[in-house]
């Protein structure tokens, strides 16, 4: 059996969900998908509007680790030492 979320947690985990850049909006889909197991994939795109293909490569990004060419911000960026 699938455990669902209340509706106003749904509504909460939506309004996050838009925030995120496109990277990140794969990675919590797939968080969330995998704390549901069996069937959470399509209860997951159904809450949050996205296709299970996004989903899909969020897990394979989360299971196969981050790699230092997947930064967002540029080796050498952020403020320079005085």
Known sequence: MLTKYMPEIEATMK????????????????VETLKLGNRGQQYICSVLGCDPGRVKKGIEEITGGISAEERIRK???GKKKS
């Open 15 to 30: 309004m996050f969900f838009e925030t995120l850049s496109e990277k990140d909006r794969r990675r919590y889909a797939a």
């Open 75 to 77: 080796p050498g960026g």
